[in-house]
């Protein structure tokens, strides 16, 4: 019914691109920030501008990190060091901190204008796995979680939340690395081995692959080679829509 794993007793799902339509939203906000930076770092420099690739720079570099990984992944691709600065670095900080909340007064302001969508899918998935009386939590590397999920009327589908705001507290490393993921099965009291991750991103699948997860479902929302790059990075089943799993029976 839910298409996993009989031993499943909890669900572990990313946020963007996963349960809502703001994958889209964060890397336009991403290519917007990199660009202005590229052309005038271009500038100054007389070398030329080769822009930020929304589609190839964002899947290999930045998406599903936590915004300081995504920063600092994209700039060191390009040859590009800076030093950290500080979290509450202003946006026109020439900072690794300084870029990343460049990058978030801009996420904003699209969230604002567009609002925020929710995959149906997902939602109706989600709720399936609820009445199933399995665990659900959301484990977003977006310090912008609990505002999405709000914005979304999603919030009381999920019985924790693992996320930007929470890893950098606690001092857990982002995804790649299972850590925010083994955090999320912490909190509904399942174990990793009896926990499904449900993932768009190709650090996300990694980071449930290295976490040993009894089952790792790769999402893919944007066609082209993502569904095999999904299933190499660790992904043991790729899906369009979490619909399909619903019509596995
Ligand atoms: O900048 P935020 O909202 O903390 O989000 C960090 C990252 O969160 C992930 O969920 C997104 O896939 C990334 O695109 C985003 O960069």
Known sequence: ??????????????????????????????????????????EATGTPFVPFDEVGDYGKYVDGKRREDGTRSFLT?????????????PPDAETI??????????VLKLLEEKGVEVFDGSVA?????????????????????????????????????VDGVIAQERDLPGKPAPDMFLAGAEAVGVPAARAAVFEDALAGV???????????????????????????????????????LLEDK
């Open 77 to 89: 691709s390009r040859g590009i060091t800076l030093p950290e600065g500080r979290p509450d670095d």
């Open 206 to 244: 990694e980071a449930g692959h290295a976490g040993d997860f009894a089952y790792v479902v790769g999402v893919d929302r944007v066609g082209g080679d993502h569904r095999e790059a999904l299933a190499r990075h660790g992904a043991d089943i790729v899906v369009g829509d979490l619909s399909e």
């Open 97 to 106: 901190r300084g870029l990343g909340n460049r990058k978030n007064q801009l």
């Open 1 to 42: 019914m839910l298409g996993l794993p009989q031993s499943v007793d909890a669900c572990l799902f990313d946020l963007d691109g996963v349960l809502t339509r703001t994958a889209a939203v964060h890397a336009a906000a991403w290519k917007r920030m990199f660009d202005e930076y590229l052309r005038a770092r271009a």
């Open 125 to 161: 998935y989600v709720r399936a796995c609820r009445e199933a009386g399995l665990r659900t939590a959301v484990v977003s590397s977006s310090a912008n979680t609990v505002q999405v999920l709000a914005a979304a009327d999603i919030t009381g589908l999920f019985d924790a939340r």
